[in-house]
């Protein structure tokens, strides 16, 4: 791919870095955006969105260090000089960055699961990102395939699946789902808990087809744990739910009509998104204004 974009003198930009950055800054518009919308203090959230996004990088890389610990033992400068031994470790992000969250709201005296809500969704936008710029650095690669869809990974040998794309296109739909849902009432933590089980769900879905698999048991604690934030605060029964569950199962196993009926409203669906998703597109600017907005 891509991994280098242009270079200034001896200095190179990465296309990853950028991805990065603008992933930063997408995730700070969506954060700002909900402060809007919910009539929070801005400024206060913004500095503990900025607050919280050092708290991550800073545990994703002590985390990446631990994992790579005899190589940076030979040379401690690397610690510090990322652009030397780059190196970042998801997981290790979510859990600085969810520590950070956590003290700073108690020390700013605000609610934590009512800011853990807006964090999740400035965390899935800047996810979108960083799986592109992974893409194009060739981090993250996934196993080698002889699909047509498959790619060429930087320092890879063969054609491997573009795992990062994939799951970036599953972001943007989990975006799309829990942004119409952090818009309107729910009870603090709900968003949290939902944007946990996405994000752990689609790194579990994509784990056989990633070369590395280190991360499989922190998605099944992610989905565990949001499973277990969003049943304790919305009080509804797991039993109930999973009752449910099994008997559209069997109905739409067992019963033609209804398995027919079902088929007709997902399609539907996914017609009239792609409708409203046309529709926005073209009407951004508009969207925009309504929205109240500005670029200045």
């Known amino acids: 791919m891509i991994p280098v974009l242009f270079s200034i003198g001896k200095l190179q930009v990465s296309s990853y870095g950028v991805f990065l950055a603008l992933g930063i800054l997408f995730g700070v518009f969506l954060i700002w955006r909900l402060c809007r919308a919910w009539d929070l203090d801005e400024e206060k959230s913004l500095d503990l969105a900025l607050l919280t996004f050092f708290g991550g990088l800073l545990g994703a890389r002590i985390y990446y260090v631990f994992l790579n610990l005899p190589y ?17 470790f998801f997981w290790g992000g979510i859990l600085g960055g969810w520590l950070t969250l956590y003290y700073f709201a108690n020390r700013f005296k605000m609610d934590f699961w009512l800011l853990a809500d807006i964090a999740l969704v400035g965390v899935l936008g ?78 579990l879905i994509l784990d056989p087809v990633r070369e590395d698999h280190s991360g499989r048991a922190f998605s099944l604690v992610f989905i565990l744990l949001g499973l277990t934030i969003y049943y304790r605060v919305t009080k509804q029964s797991p039993v109930i739910q999973f009752k449910l569950l099994r008997k559209f199962l069997d109905r739409f196993i067992k019963e033609p009509d209804f398995r027919k009926r079902i088929v007709q409203s997902l399609y539907k669906y996914c017609y009239n998104q792609k409708t409203a998703i046309s529709w926005k597109l073209k009407n951004l600017k508009k969207i925009l204004r309504r929205s109240n907005v500005k670029f200045s």
Not at 144 to 168: D, L, N
Request: aromatic fraction near 12%.
């Open 72 to 88: 940076f033992i030979s040379s401690p400068l690397n610690l510090i000089l990322i652009h030397k031994a780059p190196g970042l």
């Open 126 to 203: 800047g996810m979108i990102f960083s799986d592109l710029g992974c893409f194009l650095g060739g981090c993250n690669i996934g196993i080698p395939s002889k699909a047509f869809f498959a790619v060429t990974m930087v320092g890879s040998i063969g054609k491997r699946w573009p795992v990062q794309v994939i799951e970036s296109l599953f972001l943007i739909f989990s975006l799309m789902k829990i942004w119409s849902e952090a818009l309107r009432f729910h009870q603090r933590g709900k968003i949290a808990g939902l944007g946990f089980i996405y994000i752990g769900a689609i790194k």
